[in-house]
Every structure is written in C-alpha cells, then in structure tokens.
C-alpha cells in the first residue's frame, strides 16, 4: 500500500513569502507528527495531532508556523513571512495507534527541501 | 547533552569492513528507531527494536534497555551503504514524539 507522501518535494522560497506543505499519511493512521531537520543536524519534533486534534505544539519555533489536520487524514503545515533559518527538511509521519498504551512505530515521508533565500 | 546522542559523527570505512554506530539515551525509553537517510533527505526505516537484536541482511540493530544503549552494525560494508545513520526514541518524559540523535555520516569507500 501506499507510504506517507509529502508534498512539494523542494521549494524555493524568497524571504518574505507564505509557503504551505502537505502531508498525506498512510491511510487509517490516526497520529502524524512533523519534525524539522536542519542541515547536518538531526531532526526535532515541530508539532502532534491525534486525528484532527493538535495536542501538542510546542516544538513549532515561532507564531509564523501552523499546522492543521482538518478531517483528520490530511495535514498542511504553513509557514508565514518565511526567514532564511527556515530553510531545512521537514518531514512527516504518521502512526497507527491501534495499542494507545504503548508506542506505535512511527512511519515517515520523503520531507520537503525548504530553501529560503 | 542531548538525551540522545549517537557516536562516532562522522565515519569513513573501507568496502568489507564491519562498521558500528552506537546510539545512547539518557532518559527511560520503550523502542527505538534506526533511521537511514541518503542525499535528499528521505528517511527510511531500518529498524525499530525494544530489546534483544534484530537483523536484516547484512545490518543488525542491538539494543539493552537497562544499559540505555543500541547499536547498530553492517557486516560487509559496502559503498551503497554510504547514508546518514540516525537513531530515534519515543522518550518516556516526552509521549509519542521521537527525539533524534545527531546522526552518524558513513562513508564506505571502494
């Protein structure tokens, strides 16, 4: 079956402009998670939904980033008056969830290349 | 100090060499990811492992829970497995979420 998709795969962006991307996660996958990973660096936890519910937000670096999951499957993640330190990977997963009592292996997407000039 | 942290940063093998990364954590955890990433930045999934070793060709991933402490080892190294290697844990004072090491560079010359 199909993985986790991540689009655009690459983005240029100039300093100042909006950009918006997408995560579609594996079908039935009620968690997704994004994380940000700068270059050479490992990849930290940006934000958490639990179906269309955002539970947990404190890894998002400034009020310029948001995230939604309305219906649950899809999530847009959306950076405002882009800076050049958001230039970085951004990578999705989702999990299924099923056993709420234990940890749920997480599966990941191919991230998106933000390239903020 | 990173709760996870992952040794050596950087490692240049010979092709045939047997190679270890080590990943360690400091805080209680209840499965661990091995994580490879090539130029691109797509992550796959090599691993995930609670306790015990699991292998997979010519990769094995070791973990001992108490110890805090996983391997991850390839047999036969070969320039294909030149990647970023990066361990990831669900960490008991932080829920669902992964915290990532810093990753390991591998690069396995001819």
């Known amino acids: 079956g199909a993985g986790v998709s991540q689009s655009p795969r690459y983005k240029v962006a100039k300093r100042g402009q909006d950009v918006a991307l997408r995560c579609d996660p594996i079908?039935?996958?009620?968690?997704l998670f994004w994380y940000q990973q700068a270059l050479g660096q490992g990849p930290e936890f940006l934000t958490y939904?639990?179906?269309?519910?955002?539970?947990?937000k404190s890894g998002l670096p400034s009020d310029r980033f948001f995230a939604e999951r309305p219906e649950g499957s899809v999530s847009t993640l959306k950076i405002q008056r882009t800076q050049q330190e958001d230039s970085a990977v951004y990578l999705c997963?989702?999990?299924?969830?099923?056993?709420?009592?234990?940890?749920?292996?997480?599966?990941f997407g191919p991230g998106t290349r933000l390239t903020v000039l | 100090k990173n709760e996870v942290e992952q040794s050596p940063q950087n490692l240049t093998a010979q092709e045939g060499e047997f190679i270890t990364i080590n990943c360690s954590y400091s805080v209680g955890i209840s499965a661990l990811h091995w994580l490879q990433q090539h130029p691109g930045g797509g992550i796959v999934s090599l691993f995930m492992l609670s306790s015990g070793k699991k292998k997979h060709g010519r990769l094995i991933a070791t973990i001992n829970i108490q110890e805090k402490h996983s391997s991850l080892h390839i047999t036969a190294s070969h320039p294909r497995d030149s990647a970023v290697y990066i361990c990831a844990a669900p960490l008991e004072t932080s829920g669902s979420r992964l915290t990532f090491g810093e990753g390991t560079q591998l690069t396995v010359n001819p």
């Open positions: 939904f639990q179906n269309e519910a955002q539970l947990d």
């Open positions: 997963a989702s999990s299924l969830d099923r056993r709420l009592s234990s940890y749920n292996e997480q599966f």
């Open positions: 079908s039935g996958h009620v968690s």
